[in-house]
Nanobody, 122 residues
Framework: QVQLVESGGGLVQAGDSLRLSCAVS????????MAWFRQVPGKEREFVAR????????IYGDSVRDRFTISRDNAKDTLYLQMNTLKPEDTAVYYC???????????????WGQGTQVTVSS
């Protein structure tokens, strides 16, 4: 089993930056891809970004490309999401996900954190 715990969410103003962290524990050798998703009430979970084990490949959703950066520190078993130039439409619960398969859909991932709220005021 793998456990994921997000942190770093909060209330910020438009244009601010925020960094989310996701601490990974358990059977981490089974993880190949890690990702961030976000969700607002009444909508499906939206793909934000994903990164391969070696950090060689990272993919971003269209709405966050050029503003967000995903990274991982395998020595610390931690995933990060640096969010810059935040917009009110970035307001959501952000989830960390991990698994052995790549993809932009939530069903591709086996493990999920509990989520951390990010609220961007205008």
């Amino acid at each position: 089993q793998v456990q994921l715990v997000e942190s770093g969410g909060g209330l910020v103003q438009a244009g601010d930056s925020l960094r989310l962290s996701c601490a990974v524990s358990g059977r981490t050798t089974s993880i190949y891809v890690m990702a961030w998703f976000r969700q607002v009430p009444g909508k499906e979970r939206e793909f934000v970004a994903r990164i391969s084990r070696s950090s060689f490949l990272s993919i971003y959703g269209d709405s966050v490309r050029d503003r967000f950066t995903i990274s991982r520190d395998n020595a610390k078993d931690t995933l990060y999401l640096q969010m810059n130039t935040l917009k009110p439409e970035d307001t959501a619960v952000y989830y960390c996900a991990a698994g052995s398969r790549t993809g932009r859909v939530a069903s591709s991932y086996d493990y999920w954190g509990q989520g951390t709220q990010v609220t961007v005021s205008s």
